[in-house]
Every structure is written in structure tokens, then in C-alpha cells.
């Protein structure tokens, strides 16, 4: 089956620690992406990465970082510098920059 | 900047049509996209409409587009309980790096 996993489900984390949240598809997708959602908001964009080895911030990068050293899997890190990092985090892939987005299962951190 | 809007909540009974609706400001979107979430997963692509056609329809779902006044809708014909879930407009951003700008969502409620 074609997809996009997340893991974990959950994942907690002292304050001070940095974690670092999984993203992997086999749809062979060229462009990945991180948001991050909060109660009652919309998504909001983390980092994205339209080709391998090559990734752009989005609106809220500060804190993370992300890597692309494979064109499946999009890790991302939430570093001890985020201050605010509880919340639900979604990876999603797209065939290229233009189109339609895919979204894996989701992540939930809670900081301790 | 881009901004897209959603009212937050809306309630109906199962049988009846829904209409959740969505403003956007930017004009140049080529695309528009529905997506559902249900509590705790990720989200799910339902429909999505080019920006110059003014109607698509996919069986239950109608999506209408007026693009002089920037206003989409999605209609649920026979709503049902499994539809209850949170909905979410995006626009694609300017500038092709496949950004996707959310509106905050809109918590459908079916009550039986």
C-alpha cells in the first residue's frame, strides 16, 4: 500500500530535549512538507522540501530543523530552542510544488 | 499577505444538506482544496476545484466557486454522522513552492 507514516502516534519530551518526529512515503513524491496544528487554528507551515537534499522555512521554522537526505523520509527535529512545542505535527508529500498534498496520520508531542 | 477564512462551527441533522463556506485573498490560486480531519488523524483530501471552472460536484459533495467575490463552498448533500469532522479551505500560495495556505477550519457537528 501506498502512503505517508508518521511515528510515533505520541511522543513526550522533558523541556530541554530536543526529539526528532519521523516522516517516510513510498509515493514517490518529490515534494514533503511539516505543519504543525494547534487547537482551533489551521496548519501552519513548518519547513518544506521540494527535491532532495534541498528544504525551505515556512512560516514558523524557528526552533526546528529538518533534513532530506532521501527522497522518502522528511525527519524533522523539534529543538530545546522551540518554546511553546506541544501540539499536533503533520507531514504531507505532493508529486511537485503545484500539486494536491498528502497527509500521514499525524504526530502528537506533549512537553513535559 | 494571503489569508483564508472559515467560519468555526456548524450544526445540522443527519438528512439535511450542510454548507460550510471559505474566503480567500488571493486571486491568482489555481487551485482550491477541501480537506476533512476527524479527531486524531491527519487530514484527508475530499475535493478540490480549479480556478476557473464555478461548480464541481463528487457524489454527495458540491463544490461552488465565485471568484469575483473570493468565496468557496462545500456542500454536503445528506449529511450523515460520519461526516461530523473538522473541514479546511486552502488556497495554493503564490510563488510556485507549493504552499498551502489553511483557514482555521470548521467543526461540523451531525446530530442524529
Known amino acids: 500500500d501506498g502512503g505517508i507514516t508518521q511515528s510515533p502516534k505520541y511522543l513526550f519530551r522533558k523541556e530541554g530535549q530536543n526529539v526528532t518526529l519521523s516522516c517516510e512515503q513510498n509515493l514517490n513524491h518529490d515534494a514533503m512538507y511539516w505543519y504543525r496544528q494547534d487547537p482551533g487554528q489551521g496548519l501552519r507551515l513548518i519547513y518544506y522540501s521540494q527535491i532532495v537534499n534541498d528544504f525551505q522555512k515556512g512560516d514558523i521554522a524557528e526552533g526546528y530543523s529538518v533534513s532530506r537526505e532521501k527522497k522518502e523520509s522528511f525527519p524533522l527535529t523539534v529543538t530545546s530552542a522551540q518554546k511553546n512545542p506541544t501540539a499536533f505535527y503533520l507531514c504531507?508529500?505532493?508529486?511537485?510544488?503545484?500539486?494536491?498534498?498528502?497527509f500521514g496520520p499525524g504526530t502528537r508531542l506533549t512537553v513535559l | 499577505g494571503e489569508d483564508v477564512e472559515q467560519s468555526l462551527f456548524l450544526s445540522v441533522r443527519e438528512g439535511d444538506s450542510s454548507v460550510i463556506n471559505c474566503t480567500y485573498t488571493?486571486?491568482?490560486?489555481?487551485?482550491l482544496y477541501w480537506y476533512k480531519q476527524e479527531p486524531g488523524a491527519g487530514l484527508q483530501l475530499l475535493t478540490y476545484i480549479f480556478s476557473n471552472m464555478d461548480m464541481k460536484q463528487d457524489q454527495r459533495l458540491t463544490v461552488l466557486l465565485n471568484k469575483k467575490d473570493k468565496h468557496l463552498s462545500l456542500r454536503i448533500a445528506d449529511t450523515q454522522t460520519g461526516d461530523s469532522a473538522i473541514y479546511f479551505c486552502?488556497?495554493?500560495?503564490?510563488?510556485?513552492?507549493?504552499?498551502?495556505?489553511f483557514g482555521q477550519g470548521t467543526t461540523l457537528q451531525v446530530k442524529p
Open positions: 486552502a488556497e495554493v500560495a503564490s510563488g510556485n513552492t507549493g504552499k498551502l495556505i
Open positions: 504531507a508529500s505532493s508529486t511537485s510544488g503545484i500539486a494536491e498534498q498528502f
Open positions: 488571493d486571486s491568482s490560486s489555481t487551485y
